[in-house]
């Protein structure tokens, strides 16, 4: 299985603040890879999909980048609701692994 | 709406036995490949289970693989995940996700998640 690495696992952060979150791929999954914010009690929700690409719907401070093993989501200017974890996932392979999440908190 | 609900989530015994179910409303549900998603505090976000389409295409994770059975009812707009021989560690809010490949194959995501059913294994 392809194994997806996730730092930091918990960040502390402000309204206002640009907030960086990395995944890292055990190996390469091309651009197939995604992140997804999840809040307790909610559906969870996709925000980027193949590496860079905004949901439909997402805002606009929210951003992904990267290829192959590294990847970035940033949230440009946290907002209230931003206050969430966060998940990267591969689907370049049959097994869709996910990263251990990052909790974005006060 | 555009929505999936699951439901079936329950307190166990270790060894039991659960069928979660998933109804889906709001778009053709027939022509979507589905997934199960599981959280828990000690594993995390697992991918459990795919079902293609047409049902022709199922896989399981290791951890489940021989223990849960993933099927889907077209005509009902319903997914499900029939779970035995429950272990403490299946325990997590369990998750049925929409899958689809993006426009010209450039990846493939869940799109649509329902807000999960909780399922505790415990003696």
């Known amino acids: 299985d392809i194994q997806m690495t996730q730092s930091p696992s918990s960040l502390s952060a402000a309204v206002g603040d640009r907030v960086t979150i990395i995944c890292r791929a055990s190996r390469s999954v091309s651009s197939f890879l995604n992140w997804y914010q999840f809040k307790p009690g909610e559906a969870p929700k996709l925000l980027i999909f193949a590496a860079s690409t905004l949901q439909s719907g997402v805002p606009s401070r929210f951003a992904g980048s990267g290829s192959e093993t590294e990847f970035t989501l940033t949230i440009s200017s946290l907002q209230p609701e931003d206050f969430a974890t966060y998940y990267c996932q591969q689907t370049y392979a049959t097994f869709r692994t996910f990263g251990q999440g990052t909790k974005v908190e006060t | 709406e555009v929505q999936l609900v699951e439901s079936g989530g329950a307190l166990e015994l270790p060894g039991g036995s659960l069928r979660l179910s998933c109804a889906a409303s709001g778009f053709n549900f027939s022509t979507y490949e589905m997934d199960w998603v599981r959280q828990s505090p000690g594993r995390g976000l697992e991918w459990v289970s795919y079902i293609s389409a047409g049902s022709a295409a199922i896989y399981y994770a290791d951890s489940v693989k021989g223990r849960f059975t993933i099927s889907r009812d077209n005509a009902k707009n319903s997914l499900y995940l029939q779970m035995n021989s429950l272990r403490v560690e299946d325990t997590g809010v369990y998750y049925c996700?929409?899958?689809?490949w993006g426009a010209g194959h450039t990846g493939r995501y869940f799109d649509l998640w329902g807000r999960g059913t909780p399922v505790t294994v415990s003696s």
């Open positions: 996700a929409r899958d689809r």
